[in-house]
T-cell receptor, first 116, second 114 residues
Framework: DADVTQTPRNRITKTGKRIMLECSQT?????MYWYRQDPGLGLRLIYY???????NKGEISDGYSVSRQAQAKFSLSLESAIPNQTALYFC???????????????FGPGTRLTVL | GNSVTQMEGPVTLSEEAFLTINCTYT??????LFWYVQYPGEGLQLLLK?????DKGSNKGFEATYRKETTSFHLEKGSVQVSDSAVYFC?????????????FGTGTKLQVIP
């Protein structure tokens, strides 16, 4: 099955460390997204990318950076992790061609990140 | 800006009970509306959608009707099962501004007990 995968699934790190979360997809979708999920806050968009050369900030991009290495790969980096970046991180994809005006999104299983 | 408001949880129901999870929205354009479901330990997956006023989305016994006059998209199921225990997110996709940004609600946790 075409899928969205995230690595690692769980990560514990210390304040000040650089962390990279990776996302790969076999769906052939052009658009990719990074969200974080916090209890009571729902999902908030960190960055999104419509293709390899098009990367955009979302609503909470401070402290994060991304890299779109290929159409199928989209990585999220925390340059210097801090405890309030402890959260569940999701990668998602969508397809401009088949998603029409709906922008239906397909999510990976998530990465649980804990910053001590 | 756009926003989605859904009822706070957790919602606890007995098996075979009727479920309603309320969702209202504000949007600048003419949004599409979604319900996503997140089972424990998994990512979100689309449950149902409606793309214009009065449309009814349905899937797996769940239904929601796009009510433009009340800006609502309430999720309903006539008889819940233990396997429906999950977190449910209401969301909208608004094409105004040239990009269909998706705005999610905060999620409602549903627990169904036998």
């Amino acid at each position: 099955d075409a899928d969205v995968t995230q690595t690692p699934r769980n990560r514990i790190t210390k304040t000040g460390k650089r962390i990279m979360l990776e996302c790969s997809q076999t769906k052939g979708h052009d658009r990719m997204y990074w969200y974080r999920q916090d209890p009571g806050l729902g999902l908030r968009l960190i960055y999104y990318s419509f293709d390899v050369k098009d990367i955009n900030k979302g609503e909470i991009s401070d402290g994060y950076s991304v890299s779109r290495q290929a159409q199928a790969k989209f990585s999220l980096s925390l340059e210097s992790a801090i405890p309030n970046q402890t959260a569940l991180y999701f990668c998602a994809t969508s397809d401009r061609r088949t998603g029409g005006s709906y922008n239906e999104q397909f999510f990976g299983p998530g990465t649980r990140l804990t910053v001590l | 800006g756009n926003s989605v408001t859904q009822m706070e949880g957790p919602v606890t129901l007995s098996e075979e009970a009727f479920l309603t999870i309320n969702c209202t929205y504000t949007a600048t354009g003419y949004p599409s509306l979604f319900w996503y479901v997140q089972y424990p330990g998994e990512g979100l997956q689309l449950l149902l959608k409606a793309t214009k006023a009065d449309d009814k989305g349905s899937n797996k016994g769940f239904e929601a009707t796009y009510r433009k006059e009340t800006t609502s998209f309430h999720l309903e199921k006539g008889s819940v099962q233990v396997s429906d225990s999950a977190v449910y997110f209401c969301a909208l996709s608004d094409p105004s501004g040239g990009y269909q940004k998706v705005t999610f609600g905060t999620g409602t946790k549903l627990q169904v007990i036998p």
